[in-house]
């Protein structure tokens, strides 16, 4: 197939132009995270829905059909592995998956995202979760019909629906990496648990002005490489990163005064993500070969520069000083093993997007479970809280206080985003295999960040990862840059060499 | 014709959602003044473009013209005057302008604003009009197509731009109207000139830190009546509203420490044309009788509140205390009648925006003059400078020694918006006739603003204007709000009376 045959030039520019409605969209859900009027939320409702349906108008526009089909046909052996074969091929999936959802689902599902979120919001607050359920019911009631219309090889409904977030995966193929890796996790967080070292956490909730937190953390993320001029940084109740389109990528962070790691971290987590939207090939927007992989490996870009990077010593052997300037009332006097100890503090805790890198995974196994039994029948909406807390207690120990610390901590199932958590941790275990990976080819990496060094790996990650797209398939792609398939191996020995160190193991 | 008439609810539900999709350009074009990343702007025009595009193709669509066709010949004696009516007429009147149109120059407009917006506000900041020229070059180009595309009953270009934003004005109509009142503003001027009363404007140059500007501005918006649940106030380069749909109108404003009045009355001012947009009647969104009469009554709000409310001597009688609250270090010590003179200091100035009461006109007519010789071919875009200094000079003996201060002060020409000065000027003189008028029925409201209380008025011009919608026309609109046709008497009695008091003429 030829870029300049008139059909490809046709097929890129109607995906383009998808690409750039979906984008309003995406302009529009950033701004009603961030900046909509408590009253505006039943007019941006309308606003979304009509886009989504004008969207998947065009998704699945027959003639949309009747080009990709043609061009289908011309890629074959010879140029199967050219980036216009990719692009085919994966407009392919898209469109037959499109065809699929009825036009009427389809906005009723982008409607009711929408206000579940803003009734997400306030019940949330109150810690209402009665308040809540009903939406939950509407959210899991039209996921089950999506499942049904989509269908999915295995004939279950979780996959149907795992497939938008990382493609060719499914329920049981990760059941199979987290069972072991829940084993490991379980083991190493009994041996932090029993070890007589306990970082002073305190320290982290002393006073650091938000003002400062905020100048802080943009200068990390500068520092790791986000573009400011091609990004923001903004205030969102759940953070997250919205990649709108070439040159215009936005991270969301919250601040409390009294706990340091939330936004630094969450900044830092987001600015990965940030990181991998900049690092796109904007000549391929629209594409495939211009679009994130899958949720798993673009998780893997945010927690490696969270985790890998932010929370390495070697990471504060070059901010540290920085930080104390910053916060001098806080940690002017403190010691930075001291420092390094406390973000590193591994203990059971009741929120996912905080909670340490030993139990983080945990939080996602209980969420996977009980989303796959919402989607199956096995579990009411009702029942949610009950399931929640005694799952939790079975992985943790203890039992939340209320449902804003337990079940209704994510926006992730009032949005709809169902089959999604899993990718999180699929996203740690990608991450530590890229790290390794890139450590045996950069050289010590932690030599260069205690230099402040960060370019190198970022480079390296825009080269190898980012500006592929989604040429590759998420197992293919990782196989390519770490020449070897997914493994839970390199996250348990990173893991365990980490906290065995900090806890003395 | 009945409003359960299955045509009749099948046009509002296609007005409707072209009412939304356009509103989702709104969210984009606000977001563009107020947040977008610089490397985000040739995306953004992109989307703003496909947006206008997919408005175009609704708002011309053939069965729509039927759908209008077919209810227009419904209408007749018995319910013309009904609200169905003129939703009806409204619908029409815009379908026969949207076909006129093509399609390509629609979209090639909404690009060229959008980027043209950013090399102005480069180009501007940079007092470079050079930089600008190409772009404003391309506007004009455009501009002049469009409104030979549209043509108009009177032959002149001009006036087929005017009526986007002043239905049924002419310019030789404005022309009329403006002659006499810009003789009587410079003998006024003149007579303010010589008296030998000199307000001590120094004092509005003090220091007022910004966050307590912002925070009093916001306080002022909410007692006139602006519903910040309803809306936001935010900073961007040219203050603007943006009524976005039911729920969600937005204000934007722009501070300087050392210059109280830009902000304050650019807020009061902003809040007047958004208790406009929430007064709208939320039922008839997207139909004449939900959306604005025209940009001169729109005006007409915004000049009220920000003058005839704002600077009187009453509005401070109430307010001054809690601004001296407010600013210590500023006016402290210094006593209400010297800060009442300073804020309504008449005096020939560059900036349109902080213009006075009595010299905002002239800045109008200046540029009424410039845009409809523009956009006959009169003039060219690169005398636009020439021109403007020496029209300056002869308005206000003066010669603008900067572009920044000069032709490239405003947002609108780079917006595409050639034909809205005049609405400005307009405004002020549907302004001082609607205040009358409400005085005369609702009573001394100098005493009512004196004691904080602005809800008669506000709940007054929300039955009288807001509520009415497009339901009548602009001059019909002012004979049933004050029963007698537009006429400039009562603003210059009132800059008369207010100002030979001040100045002791």
Known sequence: MDRQAPEYIELVAQLRELATLRSCGAVLGWDEQTNLPPNGAEHRANQLSLLAGLSHDRATDPKLGELIEKLSEQVGEGNEDSVEAANVRDAKRA?????????????????????????????????????????????????????????????VKYDALIEDYEPGATAAQIQEVFAPLREELVKLVAGIQASDRKPDVGILERSYPIADQETFGRSAATAIGFDFTSGRLDIAAHPFCSGIGPGDCRLTTRYDEHHFPGAFFGTLHEAGHGIYEQG???????????????????????????????????????????????????????????????????????????????????????????????????????????????????????????????????????????????????????????????????????????????????NWLNEKIHSQGRRYDAPKLVQKVTGESLSAAPLLNHLNTKFGMLYGL
Chains 1, 2 share one sequence.
């Not at 699929?100 to 306030?122: C, D, G, I, Y």
């Not at 990471?315 to 006097?333: K, L, N, S």
């Not at 989303?371 to 929640?388: F, I, K, M, R, Y």
């Not at 994510?410 to 899993?422: E, Q, R, T």
């Open 95 to 155: 469109y037959s998956r499109s065809v699929k959802l009825p036009r009427n689902l389809v906005k009723e599902l982008s409607r009711t995202a929408t206000l579940s979120q803003q009734a997400w919001v306030e019940a949330r607050a109150k810690k209402d979760f009665a308040a809540f359920q009903p939406w939950l019911e509407k959210v899991v009631q039209l996921k089950r019909e999506e499942a049904d219309a989509l269908g999915s090889p295995t004939g």
């Open 280 to 458: 796109l090939n904007a000549e391929q927007f629209g594409l495939a070969c211009g679009e994130a992989c899958s949720l798993g490996i673009h998780e893997s870009q945010s927690r490696m520069w969270e985790n890998l990077v932010g929370r390495s010593r070697a990471f504060w052997d070059h901010f540290y000083p920085e930080a104390q300037r910053t916060f001098p009332d806080a940690i002017g006097d403190l010691h930075i093993d001291d420092f390094c100890a406390a973000v590193n503090n591994v203990e059971p805790s009741w929120i996912r997007v905080e909670a340490d890198e030993v139990t983080y995974n945990l939080h996602i196994m209980l969420r996977f479970e009980l989303e796959q039994a919402l989607l199956s029948g096995d579990l009411d909406v009702a029942d949610v809280p009950t399931a929640w807390n005694e799952t939790f207690h079975e992985f943790f120990g203890m039992t939340p206080t209320d449902d804003s610390l337990g079940c209704m901590q994510d926006v992730h199932w009032s949005a709809g985003l169902i089959g999604y958590f899993p990718t999180y941790a699929l996203g740690n275990m990608y991450a530590a295999q890229f790290f390794d990976a890139a450590q045996q080819e950069l050289g010590n990496l932690s030599e260069m960040f205690a230099r402040g060094e960060f370019a190198p790996l970022k």
